[in-house]
């Protein structure tokens, strides 16, 4: 580059504007920008890209897939078939994104957004019609170019975070996508939250983006997010709340923003109403960690509770259950644990048990459970409690383990047999049945192995 900027300062005008003239013969798409800069548009601002030919050519080369032909030159091959559809749709669309990615790195942006907008449009249009007698997609074929095409808008939105993009050039692209967003009503303003929060980082561009929504109408739920990140850009916290209000019931990720902004602002009652209608509605975890930690649960009580019991029945946290027991009694605690049992492991229903003390039940459960793989978890709050009838049961297991063979049941026998040395007066009884087995005819190398690497044969 030294040596250019050297050469060019000492190069005489008359050799400058002979390279200049060569260089737009032969490079014909030189001559529309050219053509376009001496109209007076900056080059920043000229664009070569057609999204509607590069979409078209996209469009062209997917109709022209021959499912047939493809099975026949991979009939031979490693490929599985459910790998072979998306691997051929990579195919047709990774040279096209490459050249988003070039543009992108030569700081071209809007002929970035033009090719990536042409990638996008491949989802609102109507797909060629593929014929696949030989099932190359396991899905739909609509849904393999929805993840593609979301995996490119979500890297190329990553790799636009760390440009220094021109306000100019930001607007542009602004009126561009509402333009082509009316043209096709398939459009999804939810597709662009992500860029358009990398895009919206100064007041002028957020106000920009703002009076377009209004222009077009486009005050909805499906702006919302949008909308929040406007208000947050020029801190209008009315227009948060107003957009955060209406739209909250839609989704969830509005209904945490809406918590948390009545968090920051201590809106004590509008945080405790929102917090009621959320939990009225859905039995979602997603929000009721901030409602735990954030809601007066002395002047709200009941909603802390609600919330609470959502959290634990999602979360499985025996943290949070013990924040629980301390607002019920006994028998409501009970209660609640058994919808525990009903609907989950029995790891976390033991565990609860096992912290209101109730033994018994955890015996009685035991005692139906039959799942010798995870059984130790279940007997190990109650070995020394019901030492007799925990041995009973573990050598029920033990002989049904050993009786079908194999070193895995080996192993899940002999680590049932260790939770019996934690009881002494059972250590006899231990040791004859260990014997029991290790002698057993014919021999089992595989068992005796599994019995000393436990520690059972000392």
């Not at 607007?171 to 999804?188: M, N, T």
């Not at 025996?318 to 028998?331: G, I, M, P």
């Amino acid at each position: 580059m030294n040596d250019f900027t050297k050469i060019y300062k000492t190069t005489n005008r008359e050799t400058k504007l002979e390279f200049l003239q060569q260089l737009l013969q032969k490079e014909t798409h030189l001559q529309q920008l050219f053509v376009q800069f001496a109209q007076g548009q900056n080059l920043a601002t000229i664009v070569e890209v057609d999204i509607d030919k590069n979409r078209d050519e996209i469009w062209k080369e997917l109709s022209g897939l021959d499912t047939e032909n493809i099975m026949d030159s991979c009939h031979h091959s490693y490929y599985d078939e459910d790998e072979i559809g998306d691997e051929i749709l990579e195919n047709i669309f990774k040279p096209y994104f490459d050249t988003v990615l070039v543009y992108l790195n030569k700081e071209e942006y809007l002929n970035a957004f033009h090719s990536i907008l042409a990638i996008y449009e491949i989802t609102v249009v109507e797909l060629p019609d593929i014929e696949d007698d030989y099932y190359i997609f396991g899905d739909a074929i609509e849904d393999y170019i929805q993840d593609i095409v979301s995996n490119y808008l979500n890297t190329f939105t990553k790799a636009l975070s760390s440009k220094d993009i021109p306000t100019e050039i930001i607007k542009l692209f602004i009126e561009l996508f509402f333009k082509r967003y009316l043209k096709y009503k398939a459009y999804y303003l939810y597709n662009f939250d992500n860029l358009f929060e990398v895009l919206i980082q100064q007041s002028n561009t957020a106000t920009y983006l703002l009076h377009k929504l209004e222009e077009y109408n486009l005050y909805s739920a499906e702006s919302a997010i949008i909308l929040l990140r406007i208000a947050t850009v020029i801190d209008d916290d009315s227009l948060y709340l107003k957009v955060a209000n209406e739209f909250y019931e839609y989704e969830e990720k509005i209904a945490l923003a809406l918590l948390k902004k009545y968090k920051t602002l201590n809106q004590e009652s509008n945080f405790a109403k929102i917090a009621q209608t959320l939990l009225e509605q859905k039995n979602n975890s997603s929000y009721t960690l901030i409602i735990i930690d954030t809601i007066n649960k002395e002047k709200y009580e009941e909603t802390y509770i609600k919330a609470l019991k959502i959290y634990i029945t999602d979360a499985k946290s025996v943290a949070h259950y013990k924040l629980l027991r301390e607002y019920l009694d006994q028998s409501d605690r009970l209660i609640f644990i058994e919808t525990m049992n009903k609907f989950f492991s029995s790891s976390f229903y033991i565990k609860l048990l096992e912290i209101e003390q109730e033994y018994k039940k955890i015996l009685l459960f035991s005692q139906k459970y039959n799942d010798s793989y995870t059984l130790k978890k279940v007997l190990e709050p109650i070995v020394t409690i019901y030492p007799n009838e925990v041995f009973d049961n573990i050598k029920k297991q033990v002989n049904t383990l050993v009786g079908e063979r194999g070193r895995n049941n080996y192993q899940t026998a002999s680590s049932l047999l260790q939770l019996m040395l934690s009881v002494p007066s059972k250590q006899e009884e231990l040791r004859i049945f260990i014997k029991k087995h290790y002698e057993h005819q014919p021999r089992l190398p595989a068992l005796r192995d599994e019995l000393n690497k436990a520690g059972l044969l000392k």
